[in-house]
């Protein structure tokens, strides 16, 4: 028997945020095959994706040469003989112009994680920041835009993507923030296990940390440059392209960095825990990282642009801040001794993975 429902998403390398939103889709929806143009992962919710041609072209690992034909491949999805009558999206670049052939009539409802932010804001994203991307945009945004007109349902990832969906789109989004395992992560916590620990013994008894894919616009060399700032040790978590710059940039810093390669989920929470601030300082569309060190009880001090301002609610769980800006990035650190952990963790419930399953499957009228 063949569902009635599809679930797409862009693509599937890290397991990231927008990879959490769509497990979690997945959970919601267990019947539902999930359509991807590639995929580095064998499995999502116990189901093998269903990959595009481009999976098996050099073009899965150049994102941006293979725009053009991304948009193509969306738009003549093979159904694998199901007629679908719902899709389910993710979507943060164009995955919400999908149309199966034979289902053409599908209802559409687009969770988005962004509007592609290198065609519509090349100024927050270096890979749009080019003569020919810039060119292309002018093209692309007439195409998205018409293409956003056929969704039945947006959903937003926070007020911040909300009201870009409106400027680009000229659509309505209901705001329906990511769920973060809240529970989960305070039962890791209490079941740490030996080796997680002593992976922690050398570390200062101290230190702020900063935590993401090393890319350039997380921003972490600001953390350093925090950990300068405030005379605190720093770690960072992560990996990516930019590791060999920030490890230059550490061994120059006035304080002691200490970079983790990779951490695994156990020890990224206890360093949560045990840091003294969480640091966060890109223009995020959400942000999980700074919801997850709430339910570790750590304070947060957050870039006051973008989604981690609504997830960050000032002397609750930490501060928001103009993170260019020393003297506040200073005035805002002597506060953080005033966030109570329990407080920080009861705040994070609202973000509970519990309340996105709810506010979703009315969204989208799963089970129906």
Partial sequence: MFSKTAIIHEWFEDFGGAEVVVEQIAKLSPGSPI???????????????????????????HKALSLPLQMLVWRYLESSGSEYEKLIISSHLFAHHAKFKGAEQAQKFAYVHTPARYIWEPDRDKRGDKVIFRA????????????????????????????????????EAEVIYPPVGVKEIGISLKNNE???????????????????????????????????????????????????????????????VIILEKPGRNLLLELMRRSSVFIFPPVEDFGIMPVEASACGTPVLANYLGGAAETVEPGVNGFTVDMESDSEVLRMFTKMTLIQPNIAIQHAQKFDTSVFNEKVSKWANLGD
Avoid: C
């Fill in 136 to 171: 292309a945009s002018s093209l692309i945004k007439p195409v998205d835009r018409a293409r956003a007109q056929e969704v039945f349902s947006f959903a937003a990832n926070s007020k911040f993507t909300q009201s870009k969906i409106m400027q680009f789109w000229q659509r």
């Fill in 35 to 61: 359509f991807t143009l590639w995929s580095d992962l064998s499995e999502v919710s116990g189901r093998k994706p269903i990959e595009s041609f481009l999976a098996k072209t050099p073009l899965r690992k």
């Fill in 194 to 256: 030996e080796h997680v620990l002593k992976e922690l013994a050398s570390l200062p008894s101290e230190f702020i940390l900063g935590a993401s894919r090393f890319v350039e616009y997380k921003n972490l060399k600001r953390v350093i440059e925090i950990g300068e700032l405030v005379g605190l040790p720093v770690v960072l978590a992560g990996n990516g392209p930019l590791l060999t710059e920030l490890r230059s940039q550490g061994e120059r810093a006035k304080v002691p």
